[in-house]
């Protein structure tokens, strides 16, 4: 079941949080887990617990906010929403990302014989 | 990088608030799962089946937490506070351990840190005054005349100061001033003071200026000035209660050598840290200090004592090419240019003078002390190595468990660390009583004693050396761990399989160790205790034991009959007090303040050199020398008859004899003694008059007469009672004679003698204390090593006893054993004692570096002892009950 799954690379769980709460608007752990599988097609090899660490980190460094609230089944659960500083550096980090994959596709598609 | 301030400030936070982060993160975890758990459900799976699946995804709660507080804190404090309490667990647990592991760290720290602040504040800092290394001390180049020669009179200073142009300034002290040469009046009993008479500009040199009040003006140096007095800070406090308002205020002050009693303005008080006699004379202690009129004084010699203050920029070889030129040139008083002229001049940094003698007992005091620590780091390298045996499964248990080397390197560095800084704290403590004891120690002539104290530099080199104690005795076993391999720590559950030998090798080699460094500080204090016994054999050539001073007030309006009337009918009444053997009166007592003159015989040719002799003069009564216990080894003592008749006679010591008339009789011949003929009418064994160590210069004893008038005078009384005792009775006749005389205390003259060797045993009892320490340090780990290899051996033991191996036997090879290590270590020491003997040399007295007896005594008490250490475990060996030990296992 998991032999295709893609490893996270260092970081991109980070910008992963971030987009999901750019998009959805304010979420609970588990609700940003589930987005992140739903919209990764379940592609992405995630340990739901280390979403955690990564909300601790973005809150720490002030991109995200944290609230206490009640879930839609009237759970008691940590709501989680983007700040200002946090839009910023999604910004940074989208066009960083950009940059990479068209670099990255540029030196994939090298062909072996057009030395 | 704003973020990543506020993210660290935030990381901080959560380290300081991990329960209620803990709490909302398991709150938030478990509201997570239940989600999952329910989202499973929906899609229809059995409420197990959800759970487990929720479980798999969320992929490990305590791994999550892991990461979370890694995340959000501090790790590597967390990691050290684990270690922290985990070390506070272990040695909770160990308190034996942990408790002898203290204590002899905190002594081996406690001395370290004692001598530390000894040799810091004699040696390291400089002294309390202002750019300290301006100042020098002038002297004569070659003191022979003890005090005499280190002074100079009141003209050769002014001129010297009105000459040079290498000072800023030059001021002095009178250099002969006695303890107590001053008389307070006023509320109640009169009470002595001891005043010290400063030249102009003393304080301005020293850069020390009056807390209180303003220093002395030139015109209160001049002849007939209005009288006037600094007080020193604790004489303030102590007579006058910190009064303020005494400033402005005169008080009565009588001066006991010229007896003038007189109101004195006292001017200001001078600064706490301002202590006279920690520089200049040490133990010494001065309550105040009036002028020194130069006019009053320019026909008594020399007496000033010179210290200056070098310009900017001068250095010591300029100024002492300039003294060169200069002081040759100077008169001794102008008003006499027939009594010559013709100074010489040394100059020495003030710090240098004052310590630099005892630089090299200070040196080896440090080492001595740094011995103790090194043996305190073998002995607890031994400790935790036998108890790493113990804890060998746990660590191979923990490694198992996954913690890295390092890991476990860290946490038993940080034993060794927590240990260092519990010793270091109790060894803080523990110096500071003894420095707080040190420091109040009047009775030891070291300079600057009394300004000893833990300061910042102490506290820093306590640091350092419990740091580097835990550095040293630390990885001893670390080392073991990394070396060891797990598995076989793991198997290696019981006592029954020996254990590497290496170890037991190690632990050898520590011991060997500890005990050669026993043994060097054996030696080296050995060797010092050896000289101290032999300077207390010298025959001082009086006998200080049953015989007491007193000083004596009383008022002869100045004129030599009174005094001789006075003194006459104290010496008898003071004979006539029961229990008292003998009684007379000198105006100077051996080993404490001196004085010369020169001294020539008459009709002698005069030798070409020089014509008089500087010679040590005492002025006394009939019955001092026998009071005293001095020697007549020819002729007879001086007479009332002398006195009353005013007959100029003088007792010399046999060295000035002999050297005067080069071995024919001196009696009945004349001597030109301080300016006037006297006749010799004795000769007594030579007295050590200003050290026990230094040899007899020339000495000679006039009655107080027209020519030759005293310095004050103590009454000297021999007698068996004890001089408390005798104190009262002797204080109740002097006041019915004199209701003015004043409280002053009754002194053994053995306090004298004391007071003169109590450097040298001062040093003595320091490294004796140390040697005793290293002896039972040294001894512990012997005891500890042989102990342990019983313990480890005792199933091997139980099987040879099965054998037929009797008690006897197995004693003697544990004690064997115990004898190997001591001899490899005693040769070891023994070769290493020979080198540092020699460096010491100059340390002893009449002692030989390789002094035989001192060396075999240490041998032997070096075996003794680890006989003794290796025969409790023998016995213990002895007393195994072979079924008992192939049982247990």
């Known amino acids: 079941m998991g032999e295709s799954k893609l490893d996270l690379l260092q970081g991109t769980l980070d910008v992963m949080v971030l987009q999901t709460l750019e998009s959805m608007g304010a979420l609970h752990g588990y609700g940003i887990a589930r987005r992140i599988e739903q919209v990764s097609g379940d592609e992405v090899l995630l340990n739901q617990g280390t979403i955690y660490a990564s909300l601790v980190r973005l809150q720490q460094r002030g991109w995200i906010a944290a609230k206490w609230g009640t879930s839609d089944n009237n759970r008691k659960?940590?709501?989680?929403?983007?700040?200002?500083?946090?839009?910023?550096?999604?910004?940074?980090?989208?066009?960083?990302?950009?940059?990479?994959?068209q670099v990255m596709g540029r030196v994939l598609a090298i062909q072996g014989g057009e030395r | 990088m704003k973020h990543s301030l506020q993210e660290a400030f935030n990381r901080v936070r959560a380290f300081f608030s991990q329960a209620q982060l803990d709490q909302e993160l398991n709150e938030e975890m478990t509201s997570h799962l239940e989600m999952a758990v329910e989202e499973n459900m929906r899609r229809g799976m059995s409420r197990e089946e959800a759970r487990r699946q929720a479980l798999i995804r969320f992929g490990g709660v305590q791994q999550a937490r892991e990461l979370h507080r890694e995340t959000r804190g501090l790790p590597w404090l967390d990691v050290?506070?684990?270690?922290?309490?985990?070390?506070?667990?272990?040695?909770?647990?160990?308190?034996?351990?942990?408790?002898v592991a203290v204590l002899i760290l905190a002594l081996g720290i406690g001395a370290n840190i004692a001598v530390f602040s000894v040799v810091n504040t004699i040696l390291l800092r400089p002294l309390p005054f202002r750019d300290s290394q301006q100042l020098l001390r002038i002297v004569e180049k070659d003191p022979k005349a003890g005090e005499s020669s280190k002074t100079y009179s009141a003209d050769a200073t002014q001129d010297f100061q009105q000459q040079n142009r290498s000072f800023q300034s030059v001021s002095g002290y009178f250099a002969f001033?006695?303890?107590?040469?001053?008389?307070?009046?006023?509320?109640?009993?009169?009470?002595?003071?001891?005043?010290?008479?400063?030249?102009?500009?003393?304080?301005?040199?020293?850069?020390v200026e009056p807390s209180l009040g303003r220093g002395f003006r030139s015109e209160e140096f001049v002849h007939q000035a209005q009288p006037a007095a600094l007080l020193s800070y604790p004489f303030w406090k102590r007579q006058f209660g910190g009064d303020r308002s005494i400033i402005g205020h005169t008080v009565d002050l009588s001066d006991k050598v010229d007896l003038n009693n007189r109101s004195v303005t006292v001017v200001g008080v001078l600064p706490e840290t301002f202590d006279f006699g920690a520089v200049f004379s040490p133990g010494a202690k001065v309550d105040l200090f009036v002028p020194y009129i130069m006019d009053d004084f320019r026909e008594d010699g020399n007496d000033l004592a010179l210290v200056g203050r070098l310009k900017q920029g001068v250095t010591l070889a300029q100024?002492?090419?300039?003294?060169?030129?200069?002081?040759?040139?100077?008169?001794?008083?102008?008003?006499?240019?027939?009594?010559?002229?013709?100074?010489?001049?040394?100059?020495?940094?003030?710090?240098?003078?004052?310590?630099?003698?005892?630089?090299?007992?200070?040196?080896?005091?440090?080492?001595?002390?740094?011995?103790?620590?090194?043996?305190?780091?073998?002995?607890?390298?031994?400790?935790?190595?036998?108890?790493?045996?113990?804890?060998?499964?746990?660590?191979?248990?923990?490694?198992?468990?996954?913690?890295?080397?390092?890991?476990?390197?860290?946490?038993?560095?940080?034993?060794?660390?927590?240990?260092?800084?519990?010793?270091?704290?109790?060894?803080?403590?523990?110096?500071?009583?003894?420095?707080a004891y040190l420091a109040h120690?009047?009775?030891?002539?070291?300079?600057?004693?009394?300004?000893?104290?833990?300061?910042?530099?102490?506290?820093?080199?306590?640091?350092?050396?419990?740091?580097?104690?835990?550095?040293?005795?630390?990885?001893?076993?670390?080392?073991?761990?990394?070396?060891?391999?797990?598995?076989?720590?793991?198997?290696?559950?019981?006592?029954?399989?020996?254990?590497?030998?290496?170890?037991?090798?190690?632990?050898?080699?520590?011991?060997?160790?500890?005990?050669?460094?026993?043994?060097?500080?054996?030696?080296?204090?050995?060797?010092?205790?050896?000289?101290?016994?032999?300077v207390l054999d010298i025959d001082l050539g009086f006998e200080p034991s049953h015989a007491a001073a007193i000083s004596v007030d009383y008022d002869d309006e100045g004129?030599?009959?009174?005094?001789?009337?006075?003194?006459?009918?104290?010496?008898?009444?003071?004979?006539?007090?029961?229990?008292?053997?003998?009684?007379?009166?000198?105006?100077?007592?051996?080993?404490?303040?001196?004085?010369?003159?020169?001294?020539?015989?008459?009709?002698?040719?005069?030798?070409?050199?020089?014509?008089?002799?500087?010679?040590?003069?005492?002025?006394?009564?009939?019955?001092?020398?026998?009071?005293?216990?001095?020697?007549?080894?020819?002729?007879?003592?001086?007479?009332?008859?002398?006195?009353v008749n005013n007959r100029s006679v003088v007792v010399l010591n046999e060295t000035v004899a002999r050297q005067l008339w080069q071995g024919k009789d001196p009696i009945g011949r004349t001597a030109?003694?301080?300016?006037?003929?006297?006749?010799?009418?004795?000769?007594?064994?030579?007295?050590?008059?200003?050290?026990?160590?230094?040899?007899?210069?020339?000495?000679?004893?006039?009655?107080?007469?027209?020519?030759?008038?005293?310095?004050?005078?103590?009454?000297?009384?021999?007698?068996?009672?004890?001089?408390?005792?005798?104190?009262?009775?002797?204080?109740?006749?002097?006041?019915?004679?004199?209701?003015?005389?004043?409280?002053?205390?009754?002194?053994?003259i053995q306090g004298l003698v004391d007071h003169a060797t109590s450097p040298r045993r001062f040093f003595v009892l320091l490294v004796a204390v140390f040697a005793g320490?290293?002896?039972?340090?040294?001894?512990?780990?012997?005891?500890?090593?042989?102990?342990?290899?019983?313990?480890?051996?005792?199933?091997?033991?139980?099987?040879?006893?099965?054998?037929?191996?009797?008690?006897?036997?197995?004693?003697l090879d544990v004690i064997g054993n115990t004898l190997r290590l001591a001899m490899i270590g005693i040769a070891v020491g023994i070769t290493a004692s020979v080198i540092i003997a020699r460096l010491i040399a100059a340390l002893l007295f009449h002692t030989a570096p390789t002094d035989p007896l001192t060396f075999s005594g240490m041998v032997v008490l070096l075996g003794c002892v680890a006989l003794l250490a290796g025969y409790l475990p023998a016995r213990r060996a002895s007393q195994i009950d072979p079924m008992v030990a192939l049982r247990t296992n």
């Open chain 2, 559 to 643: 004129k030599a009959e009174n005094r001789a009337a006075i003194w006459q009918e104290v010496v008898r009444r003071a004979s006539m007090i029961p229990g008292v053997e003998a009684a007379g009166i000198s105006d100077n007592l051996p080993m404490s303040r001196n004085r010369s003159w020169g001294i020539a015989a008459k009709g002698e040719q005069a030798r070409a050199d020089n014509v008089f002799t500087p010679i040590f003069v005492y002025i006394v009564s009939p019955g001092y020398l026998k009071a005293m216990g001095m020697r007549l080894l020819e002729g007879r003592d001086i007479s009332w008859d002398d006195v």
């Open chain 2, 672 to 748: 030109l003694a301080g300016g006037a003929e006297a006749q010799v009418i004795g000769v007594i064994a030579d007295v050590h008059e200003s050290s026990a160590e230094d040899n007899a210069g020339a000495q000679m004893y006039l009655p107080s007469t027209k020519q030759f008038g005293p310095e004050g005078s103590y009454l000297v009384v021999r007698s068996k009672l004890p001089p408390a005792a005798l104190g009262t009775s002797v204080m109740k006749t002097l006041r019915e004679m004199n209701p003015g005389q004043s409280a002053s205390e009754f002194k053994p």
């Open chain 2, 177 to 207: 001033t006695g303890p107590n040469n001053f008389k307070l009046s006023g509320n109640g009993q009169p009470v002595p003071a001891t005043g010290m008479l400063i030249a102009e500009g003393f304080f301005e040199t020293l850069g």
């Open chain 1, 77 to 101: 659960a940590k709501f989680y929403s983007i700040t200002r500083a946090g839009q910023k550096q999604l910004a940074r980090d989208t066009a960083y990302w950009q940059r990479l994959k």
């Open chain 2, 319 to 435: 100024a002492q090419n300039e003294a060169d030129i200069l002081f040759p040139q100077f008169y001794f008083a102008h008003k006499h240019p027939e009594y010559g002229k013709g100074y010489t001049a040394q100059l020495t940094g003030l710090k240098e003078y004052v310590s630099g003698k005892l630089r090299r007992s200070l040196i080896v005091l440090w080492c001595a002390v740094g011995l103790i620590l090194l043996i305190v780091c073998v002995n607890l390298s031994n400790l935790l190595l036998a108890r790493m045996a113990a804890r060998s499964r746990e660590f191979a248990m923990r490694s198992a468990l996954g913690a890295r080397r390092l890991r476990l390197l860290r946490q038993l560095l940080t034993e060794s660390l927590v240990l260092a800084g519990a010793g270091a704290l109790l060894g803080l403590s523990i110096a500071w009583a003894v420095l």
């Open chain 2, 80 to 99: 050290l506070k684990q270690d922290l309490r985990f070390t506070f667990r272990t040695l909770r647990r160990d308190r034996a351990f942990s408790t």
């Open chain 2, 441 to 534: 120690q009047g009775s030891i002539a070291l300079p600057l004693l009394s300004t000893v104290r833990i300061d910042g530099a102490a506290l820093a080199w306590t640091m350092l050396i419990a740091v580097g104690a835990s550095l040293v005795f630390g990885p001893a076993p670390a080392l073991r761990i990394s070396a060891d391999n797990l598995q076989e720590a793991l198997k290696d559950g019981g006592n029954g399989t020996s254990e590497g030998r290496k170890h037991d090798r190690m632990r050898s080699i520590l011991v060997v160790t500890e005990i050669a460094l026993a043994c060097v500080l054996l030696v080296g204090a050995g060797l010092l205790l050896r000289s101290f016994l032999r």
């Open chain 2, 773 to 811: 320490l290293g002896l039972l340090l040294a001894s512990l780990g012997i005891y500890g090593v042989i102990s342990y290899s019983v313990t480890r051996q005792t199933q091997e033991i139980g099987i040879r006893m099965a054998l037929g191996a009797s008690e006897r036997r197995v004693q």
